[in-house]
């Protein structure tokens, strides 16, 4: 079993910056992709951003040039930096990884942007 917990969610105003982090502890044999999901009220979960364990990533259009999604497969941790916060992107975040084909969640931390 893997093991996700992530950091870094809570309230801030638009057009401000927030940090999100994520640890991934258990049965970590091999970690491919790692990401992050969001999930507003209402709305189904969709994708925000994702990198592969070589570095590649890609992002949803809602998250292009705003959000910066990094790793550090030393610790096993995946950030995303959000910049330019928008009261859309209040959310739920998730984050996800892949580990010898199975994809394993996080809890959610809040995201809320306020106008």
């Known amino acids: 079993q893997v093991q996700l917990v992530e950091s870094g969610g809570g309230l801030v105003q638009a057009g401000g910056s927030l940090r999100l982090s994520c640890v991934a502890s258990?049965?970590?044999?091999?970690?491919?992709?790692m990401g992050w999901y969001r999930q507003a009220p209402g709305k189904p979960r969709e994708l925000v951003a994702r990198i592969t364990s070589g570095g590649n990533s890609n992002y949803a259009d809602s998250a292009k040039g705003r959000f910066t999604i990094s790793r550090d497969n030393a610790k096993n941790t995946v950030y995303l930096q959000m910049n330019s916060l928008k009261p859309e992107d209040t959310a739920v975040y998730y984050c996800t990884v892949v580990s010898l084909a199975k994809q394993y969640w996080g809890q959610g931390t809040l995201v809320t942007v306020s106008e």
């Open positions: 258990g049965s970590i044999f091999s970690i491919n992709t």
